[in-house]
């Protein structure tokens, strides 16, 4: 089945990722990659960003060598908006607000540490359900899997997270397959034409039943 394409033009494309497809080949975790799918729809497709394996949205490639090396410059200089979808466990409060959690990574992991990197997502609240919340998250920095230890570590660890929820905070008894977390929009200047970019990966449909059950309970 061919990746959905949110946005393309002659030096860069937008594809919508499905939950459980790497972005990028590892030799360390077998599975399908996005870049090899891609490839077979006959797109080259140069990585400048990856999300989670578990993670569904928005992903930006580059089409050439030197777009590549201008979306990688606004990357580090956080010039590309990142905004996701999560529902998080329980009842975050304040509605919304800042984590600013220094985060140390090794070995595919990361944690909350003052000897970490310095760490910043902004949060608001889409909806407060029974036992959960449904948040717009902001990427203002971009640590590995910084959504989902800044959630766990505020006592709001995401719905399906395994790999950081502690006890009660995880929220599993939704029985969700995979983390609830979607990469939802991106927005950046072109960098060869300079206008706006702007796109939206809609809710996949597992998420849009977890959020009804989650309504619903």
Known sequence: ????????????????????????????????????ALRRDGIAALPVHRLDRETSGAVLFALDEATRAALEEL???RAISKTYWALASGR??????????????????????P???????????????????ELELELLTGRYN???????????????ERKYARGRNSALAFRSRRVALHAWKLAFAHPRTGAEIRVEAPLPA???????????S
């Open 146 to 160: 910084q959504i989902r230890v800044h959630a766990a570590h505020a006592g709001h660890a995401l719905v399906g």
């Open 206 to 216: 597992d998420l849009v039943e977890l959020r009804e059950r989650a309504a619903a």
């Open 75 to 77: 990357f580090r200089g």
């Open 1 to 36: 089945m061919p990746v959905p394409i949110l946005h393309r033009d002659e030096s860069l494309i937008v594809v919508d990722k499905p939950a459980g497809m790497l972005t990028v080949p590892t030799e360390s975790v077998a599975g399908a990659d996005l870049v090899e």
């Open 92 to 113: 975050v409060r304040p509605r919304d607000g800042d984590w600013t959690f220094p985060l140390l990574e090794s070995d595919s992991f990361a944690r909350v540490s």
């Open 115 to 133: 000897r970490g990197k310095a760490c910043h997502t902004r949060y608001r609240t889409l909806a407060a359900l029974p036992n959960t919340t």
